[in-house]
């Protein structure tokens, strides 16, 4: 797959400080339509940070990002950039879905309310619509016997599916997983990744943290390896793992398989 061919996300040059930290110093990366790309790295390398730039849960200091060809955060008018009033950068998130390390369910509804609360009171669709998509988006991720149990009665991995489940529900053009099992007892790690899998074999744009190089190496169009807020090294999977090029990569690829 190209990557340039037809991106779903532009970055260019992004940079983001939180004071005199540099959280990322300048990344500049595609992601075609229907690729899985993989972002490996150390904690504080600026993976999240990155993914949470895309969702427009931080701003940047630096650069541009593209979803789909639209600016994120500015309208251009000519050469000049009009900061987006919240109501449009809502709008604009609506085109990605993230699916977080801890799950972020509501404790007080139902596996079903929690797929339907984003539909019926965002989308605006029909309860009666959205609850049947519910259901089979549930029953996607092998849960459709669950659809009343309360997130205490889901063991984590189930919790993790709802949540993917929830994200799907909003169409998204892009999803975004941020170490999605990085929470999970390692028992049920499996369940989760089994879930990706098979999105990402449906053709849905992904973008995937994760310390899963296993995962990584099955299923990822490519590998980006970043350090210090910055890509060191990006490429087809078994390149990037099996033969990276930067002693870095190397050091922390021998790090994980210790």
């Given at each position: 797959?190209?990557?340039?061919?037809?991106p779903v996300v532009r970055a260019s040059d992004v940079r983001k400080s939180f004071g005199e930290f540099q959280a990322l110093k300048g990344i500049t990366?595609?992601?075609?339509?229907?690729?899985?790309?993989?972002?490996?790295?150390?904690?504080g390398s600026g993976k999240s940070t990155l993914l949470r730039c895309i969702n427009?849960?931080?701003t940047i200091s630096d650069g541009s990002l593209r979803v789909k060809g639209e600016?994120?955060?500015?309208?251009?008018t000519g050469n000049r950039l009009h900061e987006?009033?919240?109501?449009?950068?809502?709008?604009?998130?609506?085109?990605?879905?993230?699916?977080?390390?801890?799950f972020n369910l509501f404790p007080h509804m139902t596996a079903l309310e929690n797929v339907i609360e984003g539909p019926v009171h965002v989308l605006k669709r029909p309860r009666t619509e959205a609850v049947a998509e519910a259901r089979a988006l549930l029953d996607r991720v092998g849960l459709g016997h669950k659809c009343d149990a309360?997130?205490?009665?889901?063991?984590?991995?189930q919790q993790q599916r709802v949540a993917i489940a929830r994200a799907l529900a909003m169409h998204p053009q892009l999803l975004l997983f941020d170490e999605p099992t990085s929470a999970l007892d390692p028992e049920l790690v499996g369940e989760v990744l089994a879930v990706m899998r098979g999105l990402a074999q449906s053709g849905?744009?992904?973008?995937?943290?994760?310390h899963e190089l296993g995962f990584a190496r099955e299923v990822a169009n490519r590998v980006v390896f970043m350090d210090q807020g910055q890509i060191v090294e990006a490429g087809p999977p078994e390149q990037v793992l099996s033969e990276p090029r930067h002693a870095r990569t190397r050091d922390f690829i021998s790090a994980v398989l210790a």
């Open positions: 797959m190209n990557p340039g061919l037809n990366l595609d992601v075609a339509e229907g690729e899985v790309l993989c972002i490996i790295g150390p904690s427009q849960l931080e600016l994120l955060g500015y309208r251009q987006l009033s919240e109501k449009e950068i809502a709008r604009q998130r609506l085109a990605t879905a993230m699916v977080f390390q801890r309360f997130p205490v009665e889901l063991s984590g991995g849905i744009t992904m973008i995937v943290v994760t």
